[in-house]
Nanobody
């Protein structure tokens, strides 16, 4: 079983919405913090948002007020509701524990393309 499987990406016009989903292994969700990362072509992978088991939230400045993260520890799933999407949100989105360490496994990600 793959430890991380992301889905829900696609092509959307600027201002549109998408909801990403992630199914992870129990070992991932046993971590206190899980979240979403993204990587644009030619860029480093960056942390977009995370949620701790106790409910503390973090959003990177570029997505504050537009993205909403949720997690369901009983189902080992999490999601990222993305609203008012902008072309600069175009990237491959990944879920994983936070922080991810060198050598950690990653899923294939899900591609989000926002057209202007």
């Amino acid at each position: 079983q793959e430890p991380l499987v992301e889905s829900g990406g696609g092509l959307v016009q600027s201002g549109g919405s998408l909801k990403l989903s992630c199914v992870a292994s129990r070992s991932i969700f046993s971590q206190r913090i899980v979240g979403w990362y993204r990587q644009s072509p030619g860029e480093e992978r960056e942390l977009v948002s995370y949620k701790t088991r106790s409910g503390t939230l973090y959003y990177a400045d570029p997505v504050k007020g537009r993205f909403i993260i949720s997690r369901d520890d009983a189902k080992n799933t999490m999601s990222l509701q993305m609203n008012n999407l902008k072309p600069e949100d175009t990237a491959v989105y990944y879920c994983n524990k936070v922080p991810a360490q060198r050598g950690d496994s990653w899923g294939r990600g899900t591609q989000v393309i926002v057209s202007s």
